[in-house]
């Protein structure tokens, strides 16, 4: 496939981009990289070769927040859940047209933000999400399996937490680093990988690697405010580019 160097530089430069957002929010990675990357290649395969690098930068955004693994709530069932809309998303990835694809995130992107300004100051406490955390789950996972995206959802639901920031990166980390593996495991089986996505995966590791110990370090440098405001523009962004994606 023939790949100008514009096009090739812009893809780099959001997974840059992507991975340094990441490395400071807990999210970002895949909200800024794969609708890049899909302009070029499709919205599947760019969702399959980006599953590897996440689980890569999960890893090492949770060892660099591990002292903060004691403040997270209801992760055992927010995992196990997930784990099972994963794999049902995952598998309905190969059956699904790229436009269809595009249009559930845009929309899922959208009502997260919808949300966030709506409702700014929202808590919820843990009589609720004993409950809500199922539902939850089971929907981002299947996000998650489908689009390569389970932020729009379980960065949404987790904020409600008003968890100290540091905290509410572990804890989506660690959501997410559990439905990347499954996901990436359930491509594996069925036949989503080959020679050249192997090799495409590795190489995006490269711009991921190299960018996400940058936002790591001004991690606890920035505001409870600034941290919110990105939160909000990351999914804001990718929907207005995936629905001119969608719809153009």
Same mark, same amino acid.
């Given at each position: 496939?023939?790949?100008?160097?514009?096009?090739l530089?812009?893809?780099?430069?959001?997974?840059?981009?992507?991975?340094?957002?990441?490395? /400071?929010? $807990?999210?970002?990675?895949?909200q800024? /990289?794969?609708p !890049?990357?899909?302009?070029?290649?499709?919205?599947?395969?760019?969702?399959?070769?980006?599953?590897?690098?996440?689980v890569?930068?999960?890893l090492?955004?949770?060892?660099? +927040?591990?002292? @903060?693994?004691?403040?997270?709530r209801?992760?055992?069932?927010l995992?196990?859940?997930?784990?099972?809309g994963a794999? *049902?998303?995952?598998?309905?990835?190969?059956?699904?047209?790229?436009?269809?694809?595009?249009?559930?995130? !845009?929309?899922?992107?959208?009502? +997260?933000?919808?949300? &966030?300004?709506a409702r700014?100051?929202?808590?919820l406490?843990?009589?609720?999400?004993?409950?809500?955390?199922?539902?939850?789950?089971?929907? *981002?996972?299947?996000?998650?399996?489908?689009? $390569?995206?389970?932020g729009p959802?379980? /960065?949404?639901?987790?904020?409600? +937490?008003r968890m100290?920031?540091q905290?509410?990166? &572990?804890?989506?980390?660690?959501? &997410?680093?559990?439905?990347?593996?499954?996901?990436?495991?359930t491509?594996?089986m069925?036949?989503? +990988?080959?020679?050249?996505?192997?090799?495409?995966? $590795?190489? !995006?590791?490269?711009?991921?690697m190299?960018?996400?110990?940058?936002?790591t370090?001004?991690? @606890?440098r920035?505001?409870?405010?600034? &941290?919110?405001?990105?939160?909000?523009?990351?999914?804001?962004?990718?929907?207005?580019k995936?629905?001119?994606?969608?719809?153009?």
């Amino acid at each position: 496939m023939h790949v100008d160097i514009y096009a090739l530089a812009v893809v780099l430069a959001a997974m840059a981009l992507g991975a340094f957002i990441k490395g /400071a929010t $807990g999210q970002g990675l895949p909200q800024i /990289a794969i609708p !890049a990357i899909a302009s070029l290649i499709g919205v599947e395969h760019a969702v399959v070769v980006m599953a590897i690098p996440g689980v890569v930068t999960n890893l090492a955004l949770l060892w660099s +927040y591990r002292e @903060h693994r004691g403040s997270t709530r209801d992760l055992p069932l927010l995992l196990a859940t997930g784990t099972v809309g994963a794999v *049902a998303g995952t598998i309905l990835l190969k059956h699904l047209d790229a436009r269809v694809l595009a249009v559930a995130v !845009a929309v899922a992107v959208a009502a +997260y933000t919808i949300v &966030f300004v709506a409702r700014p100051a929202l808590r919820l406490t843990p009589e609720v999400t004993r409950i809500a955390s199922g539902p939850v789950g089971l929907a *981002a996972g299947a996000l998650q399996g489908a689009t $390569g995206m389970s932020g729009p959802i379980m /960065a949404t639901y987790l904020h409600g +937490y008003r968890m100290e920031k540091q905290a509410y990166v &572990f804890t989506l980390t660690m959501v &997410f680093q559990t439905y990347a593996l499954v996901q990436t495991i359930t491509f594996a089986m069925i036949g989503l +990988y080959d020679a050249e996505r192997l090799l495409q995966s $590795g190489l !995006a590791l490269i711009p991921t690697m190299a960018a996400l110990p940058l936002g790591t370090r001004i991690a @606890h440098r920035v505001s409870q405010r600034t &941290f919110d405001l990105v939160v909000l523009a990351i999914p804001l962004l990718s929907a207005l580019k995936l629905l001119y994606d969608a719809f153009t």
